[in-house]
């Protein structure tokens, strides 16, 4: 299904194409990219729309307990094993693997520097062995491979084991579940669910009906013994969740195996193959089916305003010029109208803007700063305590690690939450205004169809808007309070005293860390949002502009071309009449495409 998706795809690209320039159009006077230009006003909404198809993705994030079988599952996707595994937990830092031409790997660091690496060398970024506790400051790693499986827009993402006794693998985990289209949760026949599995399914059960459940090994065990351990699974998961759920039993093992020998009985035996069939169908109709019929639903809505416009011309061709400057009066009291309204929208938007801002950030901001506050004092005090034998110097700096691996540790999993909610309530935003925008676009055009007597046909879309990442963590680019503790007091006072005196700077210290680090946040959230508004006006508010500039540039072209003369104005219906059919062959087309991807 997602290779029917792929080519559905193509083929919606390739009808954008047509509409950017090839008007079908020959002669010897005619320009044909003129000829375009003068129906294709907004090609800005092609770009976006071509940007959209070719850009999106299915991101896959793979989770469960360490040592369940998660990269070796990725490796049985992909067909090939080009992930590290090994027999304790190994996994420490999320890998995303992504469609390339040619197998490459870059690491993006917690600072934003980006780092290519040879692929042979992931283990020594994404692993605990490679880099314990992740003291290469490594956000994730990025692997791009020509597997058939990703070329249709699939990402997947292999994330620690949650429970082990790493707890920043949990956190990375814990990170990428509220990006993921489908979460790919493993099990093993050969472990029951543990109670740290029920523990993480308890935090995410916003996300159940996007977890899909694999029990893994299947081949270990007789039928029997599978289908009661499989019973199990389901009953625990289900008084967890408080719904239904499916299990599926594969072993990954296998399935590479079969996938990297060519074996298919041991494919089969493997039972991947059933549960592929079930997550290409659901990522089908939960996000390529939308994204196909929304794209469509637009372009679909750009061929009617051409539509419009042209019939509109060949009317202005053909009207008499005093009847013409009537209906232009009239167009113009419209115009300015509208105008006002669209002000009236920037004004409402930018209102809305600032109270998500205010409302969904700051209030969410404070009330996790105010939290993370209290219980971080007490983790200091118990911390100090802990480590009370250590020298002055050696307490100083192992106390400001702790800190800091606090601190990153509790806005990483805050973070990727908050960026979930603010990524919805800015889509609703925008959701609200591009419908009001649509229907006014829509008002405009039906009332001048009826002032000229021509056919219009209006469209209902959804749109899809996004906000990118960009944020990471400071710590030690200025010099910081501890430092200057160390040198100030430390040198002097007597032991007990000047061990007070730090316990209490290394709480103002982490008081200024969160602040600071909120900070740097929220900035990041505006400016993301800010960014993405400007999005949202230059697509959105912009269509009103737009068509006013169409209905008033069809109508003055025809009014020129009359003005040259009866044979002038024959030529252009002509040109015009041409057009007019290659679009509607195009709108077919289209037609066609986004009924393939109803239900």
Not at 562 to 568: D, F, M, P, T
Request: net charge negative.
């Amino acid at each position: 299904m997602l290779k029917e998706y792929g080519l559905l795809k193509d083929e919606l690209l390739a009808c954008i194409e047509s509409l950017n320039g090839d008007t079908g159009v020959e002669s010897p006077s005619l320009d044909n990219a003129a000829v375009a230009s003068d129906w294709n006003h907004d090609g800005g909404l092609l770009s976006s729309l071509s940007h959209k198809l070719k850009n999106n993705v299915f991101e896959l994030v793979v989770l469960g307990q360490f040592k369940r079988g998660k990269t070796t599952l990725i490796n049985a996707l992909l067909g090939e094993e080009i992930l590290p595994t090994a027999v304790v937990p190994l996994t420490s830092i999320a890998t995303i693997i992504e469609y390339g031409e040619q197998t490459r790997a870059k690491v993006i660091f917690n600072d934003g520097h980006v780092q290519e690496i040879p692929p042979g060398d992931i283990a020594a970024y994404v692993t605990e062995r490679g880099n314990p506790g992740n003291e290469k400051d490594v956000s994730e790693v990025l692997l791009t491979y020509p597997s058939p499986y990703l070329r249709d827009g699939v990402r997947l993402i292999d994330t620690p084991g949650v429970g082990s006794i790493y707890q920043h693998n949990t956190d990375v985990a814990y990170r990428y579940l509220p990006r993921s289209d489908a979460a790919l949760f493993m099990l093993s026949v050969d472990q029951p669910v543990s109670q740290a599995e029920l523990d993480f399914l308890n935090d995410v059960k916003a996300f159940s009906h996007r977890i899909f459940f694999l029990e893994n090994k299947a081949d270990f065990v007789g039928d029997a013994d599978l289908e009661e351990s499989l019973a199990f699974s389901r009953q625990v998961l289900e008084d967890c969740i408080g719904g239904r759920v499916q299990v599926f039993p594969v072993s990954a093992r296998l399935a590479l195996e079969g996938k990297t020998t060519g074996s298919a009985g041991r494919l089969k035996q493997s039972r991947l193959p059933e549960f592929e069939e079930q997550l290409n169908r659901f990522l089908m109709e939960e996000k390529g089916a939308v994204l196909i019929q929304s794209v469509a639903g637009s372009l679909r809505r750009h061929i009617s305003q051409s539509l419009f416009e042209i019939n509109l011309e060949k009317k202005a061709l053909a009207a008499p010029l005093e009847e013409l400057e009537d209906k232009v009066g009239v167009f113009q009291r419209k115009q300015e109208e509208v105008l006002s309204e669209r002000r009236d929208f920037e004004v409402l938007f930018e209102g809305d803007i600032e109270r998500l801002i205010k409302v969904e950030l700051d209030e969410r901001l404070g009330e996790f700063k105010r939290g993370l506050t209290g219980e971080l004092e007490d983790r200091i005090a118990s911390f100090y305590e802990q480590n009370s034998d250590l020298s002055t110097r050696n307490l100083h700096r192992e106390m400001e690690q702790f800190i800091i691996d606090e601190i990153r540790s509790a806005y990483d999993g805050w973070w990727s939450l908050e960026d979930a909610l603010l990524a919805k309530a800015f889509e609703d935003v925008c959701n609200r205004f591009i419908n009001r925008i649509n229907e006014t676009v829509d008002n405009l055009l039906r009332f001048h169809a009826e002032l000229f007597d021509i056919p219009y046909e209006s469209f209902d879309t959804d749109e899809l808007w996004r906000i990118q990442p960009g944020f990471y963590y400071k710590f030690r680019d200025d010099p910081v309070a501890l430092e200057l503790i160390e040198k100030t007091f430390t040198s002097f006072l007597p032991r007990l005293v000047g061990r007070k005196v730090v316990l209490k700077q290394l709480k103002d210290y982490a008081q200024g860390m969160i602040d600071q680090q909120g900070g740097r946040l929220r900035h990041d959230f505006v400016e993301r949002l800010k960014k993405s508004a400007g999005e949202f006006r230059n697509e959105a508010l912009v269509r009103i502009q737009s068509t006013l500039a169409g209905i008033s540039g069809a109508i003055d072209k025809g009014m020129e071309r009359q003005l040259k003369g009866g044979e002038a104005a024959r030529e252009r219906t002509d040109e015009l009449v041409i057009i007019e059919n290659n679009l509607s062959q195009v709108n077919e087309e289209v037609r066609k495409l986004a009924g393939e991807m109803e239900p």
